[in-house]
């Protein structure tokens, strides 16, 4: 399948000239998603080619500044530009009063195309469906609310070994019955679907978990995911600090891959006191060795 994320901004609070604030671009079958809109998020879509006029949701994890101030800017582009297609946003209902409001910069009954919010709550839901993909929310623990994002590829179909089609002389319910997974009957003999079909390839999926303090409620939500991408804001000498805002370290984060038996880790939402970030990966690698560390403009395929 083709899925992709790309990290468009990598820091935490205040922008810097290597790290832009957090945005992250999910490609799913072609379709781009956007995680989170900190500022200067139009701007570093320009510089990583982001066809961002192809994006029709947009997923907000929280009310921080860093991870939304951008979507101000990024809807009045899309203004000038006379969009057409529906923009859906996916956050808090706060966000939507804060857009909507006598004194917001954005004069919503003004714009050329439509927004439809749709509200996130405090429980794990589905979000968004299409035939493809499933997109989840689920609570994390920080400051305000808070929540992350869990992107799955549905189960495919098995495949049809097109020899058994001409072998078999398959009907098109038969065919359509080993689709579903079912066992079927040929001349009176009950064949097994596994003879017939090859399994499709195990689905993908994407956890995003940031921000937010260490918080093992998410493990059985995120069990097994192909890649997660954490927030460490601090390292573990600077546990305090992560304690009283609300945010991890990259041992946190580590731990939390490790329990949640994840295939790979991405480490970011780094805080800007931190000159060298090989220190909070080593950190990390200690307890989870797959662990990389987000950097803007870097791809990274689930394959
Ligand atoms: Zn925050």
Redesign the pocket.
Known sequence: MNFEIQILGSGSAIPTKDRSLTAQIITAYKEPYLIDCGEGTQLQMRRFDVKFSKIKHIFIS?L?G??FFGLFGLISTYNLLGRKSTLNIYAHKELEDMLLCENSPLKIDELVFDIKFHHLSDEEKIIYENNNLIVKSFPLN???K?CGFLFQQKVRQPNIIKEKITEFNLSIQQILDLKAGKDIEIDNKLFPNNELTNSPPAPKSYAYCS?TAYFENIIPIIQNTDLLFHEATFSEKDAMNAEKT?HSTASDAANIAQKANVKQLLIGHFSTRYPNLNYLLKEAQNIFPNTILTEDGLVIEIS
């Open positions: 929280h921080h860093d991870h920080h400051r305000i808070t921000d609300g």
